[in-house]
């Protein structure tokens, strides 16, 4: 109903500010009830990974597109690089996705209008390993948050207001998820200029997963055949 309503032509700008914030504040509630969900499976051992060589030039890419609505309310310029034009890891898409998601939601909160996020994504063939960047020019971290930040709840407090930002919950299951993937996640204050950068590291190839989680691996019957 919500949608019909943004999608009339309403004269009225206030009108129209207060029915986006309603629509901004079901969705963050629809994201938190879901993410709450991924914690309960978390704790009962059900959450289920399988596996597929994905590019992720392109699968962050789509992600990125995605968030264009929450990106430009805000002015922020995005930029995604990578040193192949086609890097693939085995990942597990749904999961992935919400590794990213989660990254790129915590970017937004603290960049300030107007705005740089940053996503590079880099092949090291030496050490074998994929990393995903995402950084910001936001508020950085502090070096008491960069200890506590992927605890389940934990929240940030901001210098700007004093008051917590966000869950706690986002950082901690972008985690627990990219572990789940064979992968670390790092996260920092840039070097270069203000801001935060959060890392994930993914191995290169499948040897690290169990060849029955992988969605094209054949079927037992099909290599018995």
């Known amino acids: 109903p919500l949608e019909k309503i943004l999608a009339k032509d309403n004269t009225d700008p206030e009108t129209s500010r207060l029915y986006s914030i309603m629509k901004t504040n079901s969705q963050r509630i629809l994201r938190l009830v879901s993410q709450l969900l991924d914690l309960r499976k978390i704790d009962k051992g059900q959450v289920m990974m399988k596996f597929g060589n994905t590019d ?6 789509e992600i990125l597109d995605s968030c264009g609505p929450m990106i430009e309310t805000k002015e922020i310029t995005t ?9 693939f890891a085995y990942i597990d898409p749904e999961n992935f996705e919400k590794i990213i998601l989660n990254l790129l939601h915590n970017a937004v909160k603290f960049t300030p209008v107007g705005g740089e996020i940053d996503v590079e994504i880099f092949q090291d063939n030496e050490s074998k390993t994929i990393q995903v960047t995402i950084q910001d020019n936001g508020i950085g ?24 930002t966000g869950t706690g919950v986002g950082l901690h299951l972008a ?21 935060s950068r959060f890392t994930i590291e993914l191995p290169m190839g499948k040897d690290h997963i169990n060849p029955s989680d992988i969605m094209d691996a054949p079927s037992a019957e099909a290599a018995q055949g």
């Open 56 to 61: 992720l030039c392109h699968f962050i890419r």
């Open 79 to 87: 930029e995604i690089t990578s040193n192949y034009p086609e890097v």
């Open 141 to 164: 971290i502090s070096s008491d948050d960069i200890t506590k930040i992927f605890n389940r709840f934990y929240q940030v407090r901001t210098q700007q207001n004093r008051y917590t």
């Open 175 to 195: 985690r627990y998820l990219t572990e789940l993937h064979g992968g670390k996640l790092y996260a920092s204050s840039r070097t270069d200029r203000q801001g």
